[in-house]
């Protein structure tokens, strides 16, 4: 069985150009889910889906971040424009219900100069 | 708010035993989760703790104590292979991480 695809694995970009990253949970799950992870630290929740909607995006920096799962499939995280603070490592995870166990995707390293 | 706390780093020795502790203190709960992830890599579940007690999962194991906020991730057998950070993660609606525990290994 495929497991969370993520693509790009790594993205460098200059402070106030726009990035997208793409996420594939596991087939038939429901629930997924957009951490963001500084060095250091454990992930941090940004956004919920459950099926297409967005049922926790209350760490979301509404501002510059954006996300969006159309078909209650794959789904993609924006950020526009970025910042310099921005940097880290952007993991996608899914489970097949929210109370079920969590499986992350590889994520993707951004960079912001 | 939540506090999910654990040592930053640990050091074993291949063979040996070693037990990395996580507390808690949360609005809610739902659960307990220990990750491994390895260095630039995504983290890996390892085992989930709802009820008080001990599950065994091969040469890891983890505790649970809810009265006292207190988790346990065992591993046994330490092998090379298990340098990682180890991420202790609590449910309440949604799961929050601690920072995690880089253990390192040495021969």
């Known amino acids: 069985e495929a497991g969370v695809v993520q693509s790009p694995r790594y993205k460098i970009i200059e402070k106030k150009q726009p990035v997208a990253f793409w996420c594939n949970p596991i087939s038939g799950h429901n629930t997924l889910y957009w951490y963001r992870q500084n060095l250091g630290q454990g992930p941090e929740l940004l956004i919920r889906y459950e099926n297409e909607e967005a049922v926790d995006d209350s760490q979301l920096p509404k501002d510059r971040f954006s996300a969006e799962r159309l078909k209650g499939v794959d789904s993609t995280l924006k950020i526009q424009p970025a910042e310099l603070g921005d940097s880290a490592v952007y993991l996608c995870?899914?489970?097949?219900?929210?109370?079920?166990?969590?499986?992350f995707g590889p994520g993707t390293r951004l960079t912001v100069l | 708010g939540q506090n999910i706390d654990q040592p930053t780093e640990m050091t074993a020795t291949e063979g040996a035993i070693v037990q990395i502790n996580c507390t808690y203190q949360t609005s809610g709960f739902n659960g307990l989760f220990w990750y491994q992830q390895h260095a630039g890599e995504a983290p890996t579940f390892l085992s989930y703790?709802?009820?008080?007690g001990l599950e065994e999962k091969g040469r890891f194991s983890s505790f649970l104590s809810r009265s006292k906020g207190y988790s346990y991730l065992l591993l046994k057998e330490l092998q090379m292979k298990d340098s990682a950070s180890y991420l202790c993660a609590v449910r309440d609606l949604d799961m929050r991480f601690g920072a995690g525990t880089r253990l390192t290994v040495k021969p």
């Open positions: 995870a899914s489970s097949l219900k929210t109370a079920d166990t969590q499986y």
């Open positions: 703790n709802v009820l008080d």
